[in-house]
T-cell receptor, first 112, second 116 residues
Framework: KQEVTQIPAALSVPEGENLVLNCSFT??????LQWFRQDPGKGLTSLLL?????REQTSGRLNASLDKSSGRSTLYIAASQPGDSATYLC???????????FGEGTQLTVNP | GAVVSQHPSRVICKSGTSVKIECRSL??????MFWYRQFPKQSLMLMAT?????????EQGVEKDKFLINHASLTLSTLTVTSAHPEDSSFYIC????????????FGAGTRLSVL
């Protein structure tokens, strides 16, 4: 059974700092991995999706990497802003279009 | 990206009543939709997979008679919480799989259910 773990559970940083969120998964036979953002009481916003054949994806200040063999992914946020404050979730799909298994998230607070 | 609409966004009901939540794919056809549940400060847990034209597949521990799922068309799946009780209070989120974009799942905005 696939298990996804995210570390740290919570993170508080001053504005402008670069930061890294970590995600690990127990079964390396994944199809893709996705990072989401969730604001309090809201749904999910997809940030980046990495296919199993890819090593990284970038969007603006966000960069996600994937090391499938070791079962790890990182989300790098450059020059953090207060508007980045949210919970960040990673999720893996084991086949195309299959259910997603989510981690428990990292709650990020960026202080002005 | 594709849009998934979930309605209502919030519902408050008395214990014992039934509540229906709708999940619609607005600009694509979804043969498969997923229903997740999220407790406060916890992650999303899959409740069931909704398949158009056939019965839903429920995860272990999820009561199919309590959480009725109907996927009657390629753009609509509904989740009905029957005889709701306070312990059913939670955040319910649906997603729809878009075959046109490599089966990427697009998520609704969620429904906050509070049972008094």
């Amino acid at each position: 059974k696939q298990e996804v773990t995210q570390i740290p559970a919570a993170l508080s940083v001053p504005e402008g700092e670069n930061l890294v969120l970590n995600c690990s998964f127990t079964d390396s036979a994944i199809y893709n991995l996705q990072w989401f953002r969730q604001d309090p009481g809201k749904g999910l916003t997809s940030l980046l999706l990495i296919q199993s054949s890819q090593r990284e994806q970038t969007s603006g200040r966000l960069n996600a990497s994937l090391d499938k063999s070791s079962g790890r992914s990182t989300l790098y946020i450059a020059a953090s802003q207060p508007g980045d404050s949210a919970t960040y979730l990673c999720a893996v799909a084991e086949t195309s279009g299959s259910r997603l298994t989510f981690g428990e998230g990292t709650q990020l607070t960026v202080n002005p | 990206g594709a849009v998934v609409s979930q309605h209502p966004s919030r519902v408050i009901c008395k214990s014992g009543t039934s509540v229906k939540i709708e999940c619609r794919s607005l600009d694509f056809q979804a043969t498969t939709m997923f229903w997740y549940r999220q407790f406060p400060k916890q992650s999303l847990m899959l409740m069931a997979t909704s398949n158009e034209g056939s019965k839903a597949t429920y995860e272990q521990g999820v009561e199919k008679d309590k959480f009725l799922i109907n996927h009657a068309s390629l753009t609509l799946s509904t989740l009905t919480v029957t005889s709701a009780h306070p312990e059913d209070s939670s955040f319910y989120i649906c997603s729809a799989r878009d075959p046109g974009t490599g089966n990427i799942q697009y998520f609704g905005a969620g429904t906050r259910l509070s049972v008094l």
